[in-house]
T-cell receptor, first 114, second 114 residues
Framework: EDKVVQSPLSLVVHEGDTVTLNCSYE??????LLWYKQEKKAPTFLFML????IEKKSGRLSSILDKKELSSILNITATQTGDSAIYLC??????????????FGEGTQLTVNP | NAGVTQTPKFRVLKTGQSMTLLCAQD?????MYWYRQDPGMGLRLIHY???????AKGEVPDGYNVSRLKKQNFLLGLESAAPSQTSVYFC?????????????FGPGTRLTVL
C-alpha cells in the first residue's frame, strides 16, 4: 500500500520568513510526486517532479525531489500572508491501467502572520 | 471552459437519507475521481473511473456508490447517509496517459449528516 507522510502538520511563521515543508513516501514503482496548494476551496496544482525533473521553481516557491531518500521538500522564501494554505503532497505510482491515481499525504497547514 | 464543477455546494442530510453528488468536467478527461477530505487526513480516494461505463473502488469505498454513464459526468451516491460521512467531497479529473499525472479538482461539496 502506497503511503505519503508530510511534516510538519502545521506551521506558523511571520511574513518574510522562509519555510521548508517535507514529504516522504513509500510507493510501488514511483512515477511522480506532486505538490498542491489548498486555500479554502479546491487544491490547485503547484509542481510535478519526476525522475527526469527533480527540481522545479516558480517565483518564491521551489521544490526538490530526492529519489534516494524517497522524499521531497517545498521551499517558500519571503513568505506572504497569501501563502497561508494547506500544502498537499501526492505521489503517483505505475499501474497497469496507467492514468494518474494519486496517494495524498495529510497536508501541512501553513499560517503566515503579518 | 468551466473545468470541473460540482453540485450541490452544500447539503445537510438526516441519518438514513440518500443523495447524489454530481461532478461534471469539460476537459475531455478519461479519468475521474471522488475524494473525501476530513481534518488532518488529507484527501482519501473513494471511487474512481478510468473511462465511460467503468468504475473502481478506492481507499474508502464503503457506504458509497458511483456511476459514469457519460464521459463528462461522474456521480457519487450515498444510499443511507451516516454521521461518519460528514465531510467535504471533492471530484477530480485527469488525462489517461502516464506523463500528465496532474489532477484537476472541483470546488467541493460540504456535506453534513445529522
Amino acid at each position: 500500500e502506497d503511503k505519503v507522510v508530510q511534516s510538519p502538520l502545521s506551521l506558523v511563521v511571520h511574513e518574510g520568513d522562509t519555510v521548508t515543508l517535507n514529504c516522504s513516501y513509500e510507493v510501488t514503482n514511483f512515477r511522480s510526486l506532486l505538490w498542491y496548494k489548498q486555500e479554502k476551496k479546491a487544491p490547485t496544482f503547484l509542481f510535478m517532479l519526476t525522475s527526469s525533473g527533480i527540481e522545479k521553481k516558480s517565483g518564491r516557491l521551489s521544490s526538490i525531489l530526492d529519489k534516494k531518500e524517497l522524499s521531497s521538500i517545498l521551499n517558500i522564501t519571503a513568505t506572504q500572508t497569501g501563502d497561508s494554505a494547506i500544502y498537499l503532497c501526492a505521489v503517483a505510482g505505475l499501474e497497469e491501467t496507467s492514468g494518474s491515481r494519486l496517494t495524498f499525504g495529510e497536508g501541512t497547514q501553513l499560517t503566515v502572520n503579518p | 471552459n468551466a473545468g470541473v464543477t460540482q453540485t450541490p455546494k452544500f447539503r445537510v442530510l438526516k441519518t438514513g437519507q440518500s443523495m447524489t453528488l454530481l461532478c461534471a468536467q469539460d476537459m475531455n478527461h478519461e479519468y475521474m475521481y471522488w475524494y473525501r477530505q476530513d481534518p488532518g487526513m488529507g484527501l482519501r480516494l473513494i471511487h474512481y473511473s478510468v473511462g465511460e461505463g467503468t468504475t473502481a473502488k478506492g481507499e474508502v469505498p464503503d457506504g458509497y456508490n458511483v456511476s459514469r454513464l457519460k464521459k463528462q459526468n461522474f456521480l457519487l451516491g450515498l444510499e443511507s447517509a451516516a454521521p461518519s460521512q460528514t465531510s467535504v467531497y471533492f471530484c477530480a479529473s485527469s488525462y489517461s496517459d502516464r506523463v500528465r499525472n496532474e489532477q484537476f479538482f472541483g470546488p467541493g461539496t460540504r456535506l453534513t449528516v445529522l
